[in-house]
Nanobody, 124 residues
Protein backbone atom coordinates (compact mmCIF):
# COMPACT_ATOMS: atom_id res chain seq x y z
CA UNK A 1 0.00 0.00 0.00
CA UNK A 2 2.97 2.32 0.66
CA UNK A 3 6.34 2.47 -1.06
CA UNK A 4 9.22 4.34 0.55
CA UNK A 5 12.44 5.58 -1.04
CA UNK A 6 15.26 7.06 1.05
CA UNK A 7 17.85 9.52 -0.22
CA UNK A 8 20.46 11.95 1.08
CA UNK A 9 23.02 9.56 2.52
CA UNK A 10 26.73 9.96 1.95
CA UNK A 11 30.15 10.48 3.48
CA UNK A 12 30.63 13.24 6.02
CA UNK A 13 33.31 14.18 8.56
CA UNK A 14 32.67 13.93 12.28
CA UNK A 15 30.87 17.02 13.50
CA UNK A 16 29.20 17.57 10.16
CA UNK A 17 25.56 17.46 9.14
CA UNK A 18 23.42 15.52 6.73
CA UNK A 19 19.71 15.49 5.89
CA UNK A 20 17.96 12.32 4.84
CA UNK A 21 14.69 12.31 2.92
CA UNK A 22 12.08 9.60 2.51
CA UNK A 23 9.58 9.93 -0.31
CA UNK A 24 6.36 7.95 0.06
CA UNK A 25 3.73 6.79 -2.38
CA UNK A 26 0.23 5.47 -1.71
CA UNK A 27 -1.85 8.67 -1.46
CA UNK A 28 -2.53 8.09 2.25
CA UNK A 29 0.74 9.35 3.69
CA UNK A 30 -0.89 11.42 6.43
CA UNK A 31 -2.57 8.32 7.88
CA UNK A 32 0.79 6.78 8.84
CA UNK A 33 3.19 7.42 11.65
CA UNK A 34 6.74 7.46 10.30
CA UNK A 35 10.04 6.33 11.71
CA UNK A 36 13.76 6.12 11.04
CA UNK A 37 15.86 3.10 11.97
CA UNK A 38 19.49 2.25 11.34
CA UNK A 39 21.69 -0.81 11.15
CA UNK A 40 25.48 -1.07 11.44
CA UNK A 41 27.49 -4.15 10.38
CA UNK A 42 27.24 -6.88 12.99
CA UNK A 43 24.58 -5.05 14.98
CA UNK A 44 20.82 -5.28 15.39
CA UNK A 45 18.49 -2.78 13.80
CA UNK A 46 18.23 0.28 16.04
CA UNK A 47 15.42 2.77 16.47
CA UNK A 48 16.42 6.36 15.73
CA UNK A 49 13.35 8.61 15.62
CA UNK A 50 9.62 8.61 14.92
CA UNK A 51 6.87 11.12 14.25
CA UNK A 52 3.08 11.07 14.54
CA UNK A 53 0.68 11.37 11.64
CA UNK A 54 0.26 15.13 11.89
CA UNK A 55 3.85 15.75 12.94
CA UNK A 56 2.81 17.15 16.31
CA UNK A 57 4.57 14.43 18.32
CA UNK A 58 8.12 13.14 17.98
CA UNK A 59 10.18 10.50 19.76
CA UNK A 60 13.95 9.98 19.73
CA UNK A 61 16.46 7.41 20.84
CA UNK A 62 18.64 8.70 23.66
CA UNK A 63 21.73 8.28 21.50
CA UNK A 64 20.55 10.89 18.99
CA UNK A 65 18.42 13.20 21.13
CA UNK A 66 19.54 16.80 20.74
CA UNK A 67 21.46 16.04 17.54
CA UNK A 68 18.84 14.62 15.17
CA UNK A 69 15.47 16.08 14.20
CA UNK A 70 12.66 14.22 12.46
CA UNK A 71 10.03 16.16 10.52
CA UNK A 72 7.44 15.58 7.83
CA UNK A 73 5.70 17.45 5.05
CA UNK A 74 2.41 15.69 4.36
CA UNK A 75 1.73 17.87 1.33
CA UNK A 76 4.92 16.47 -0.23
CA UNK A 77 4.51 12.92 1.12
CA UNK A 78 7.99 13.19 2.59
CA UNK A 79 9.63 12.61 5.96
CA UNK A 80 13.06 14.00 6.85
CA UNK A 81 15.85 13.28 9.28
CA UNK A 82 18.18 16.20 9.95
CA UNK A 83 21.40 14.88 11.47
CA UNK A 84 23.79 17.32 13.14
CA UNK A 85 27.00 16.85 15.13
CA UNK A 86 27.52 13.49 13.48
CA UNK A 87 29.82 10.96 15.11
CA UNK A 88 31.53 7.87 13.67
CA UNK A 89 29.12 5.78 15.77
CA UNK A 90 26.30 7.12 13.59
CA UNK A 91 27.68 5.24 10.59
CA UNK A 92 24.96 2.88 9.38
CA UNK A 93 22.38 2.17 6.75
CA UNK A 94 19.36 4.31 7.59
CA UNK A 95 15.86 3.02 6.87
CA UNK A 96 12.56 4.85 6.62
CA UNK A 97 9.40 3.05 7.78
CA UNK A 98 5.64 3.64 7.94
CA UNK A 99 3.20 2.45 10.61
CA UNK A 100 -0.59 2.46 10.88
CA UNK A 101 -0.18 3.36 14.55
CA UNK A 102 -1.30 6.84 15.57
CA UNK A 103 1.62 7.13 17.97
CA UNK A 104 5.30 7.85 17.20
CA UNK A 105 6.36 4.30 18.05
CA UNK A 106 9.86 2.87 18.42
CA UNK A 107 9.12 -0.84 17.91
CA UNK A 108 10.19 -2.10 14.50
CA UNK A 109 7.57 -4.84 14.39
CA UNK A 110 4.84 -2.21 14.52
CA UNK A 111 5.93 -0.74 11.20
CA UNK A 112 4.18 -2.03 8.10
CA UNK A 113 6.36 -0.72 5.28
CA UNK A 114 10.09 -0.20 4.86
CA UNK A 115 12.38 1.51 2.40
CA UNK A 116 15.59 0.02 1.01
CA UNK A 117 17.89 2.22 3.06
CA UNK A 118 20.56 4.82 2.44
CA UNK A 119 24.18 4.62 3.60
CA UNK A 120 25.56 7.20 6.02
CA UNK A 121 29.29 7.10 6.72
CA UNK A 122 30.91 9.42 9.27
CA UNK A 123 34.70 9.63 9.23
CA UNK A 124 36.73 10.37 12.35
Amino acid sequence: QVQLVESGGGLVQAGGSLRLSCAASGRAFSSYSMGWFRRSPGKEREFVASISRSGSLTYYADSVKGRFTISRDNAKNTVYLQMNSLKPEDTAVYYCAASSSIAPISIGNRYNYWGQGTQVTVSS
